[in-house]
């Protein structure tokens, strides 16, 4: 071993011994980071199966919920009796402003506005019919147009995650077209803030569940 080390070539034996000590220390580190990619690529794969199911379930809820919410009209005069009502004999009619929510949230993800790049707080509103006032009375949390626009992106990152899992030979820059992403940066900044993850690392975990499947079947 000392000779294939280079001894004959003037190597000492202190030499040879530093020489495989490095070697063995670069080969436990590939181990490790082998043993790290598997585990990590494990971890990607269930929470991307995790993820599928959570976005199916959230799929068939909006289905079932997101027409049996009280009309927009209904809305506003339930609104108007709740504000025309003392505040010592409030009487708040059961979940109305997450009704309005519920239809809102159904709506948008039905018909998906979001996909036009510039759909906004105030596309937001326009869409669902109402005035400003009666928007933030309903949604107060979305009065904050920046909130707003979380809320819309978060709904951008759910449809890219979807693409994702019936097109996996989209680029990212194909996928940030169709959801209303204005680029990849803001494709990846909300994919990240929703799931914890990116896109890529997202396709790749879908890649290792599919391959799994395959095996097993």
Known sequence: MY????????YTLADANHIIVILIIIVIVLIVMGGYSI???RIISQRNEQLRRILTALDDYRAIVG???????EQEEVLKNKLSKPKKVKVVP???????????DARVNKERPFTDPDFDHDALVQFMGVSHETFCKL???YSDPDRTLDYINSLRAEYAAKILMEHSDYSTDDIASKCGFKNTAALNSAFKFSFGITPT????GMSQMFKKKDSIL
């Open 3 to 10: 000779e294939f080390l280079g001894l004959h070539s003037g």
């Open 39 to 41: 585990h990590y690529n």
């Open 67 to 73: 027409n049996e919410v009280q009309s927009l009209d």
């Open 94 to 104: 059961k979940d109305e402003d997450q009704s309005f929510f519920v239809k809102m």
């Open 139 to 141: 949604v107060p949390r």
């Open 201 to 204: 690392d997202f396709l790749s």
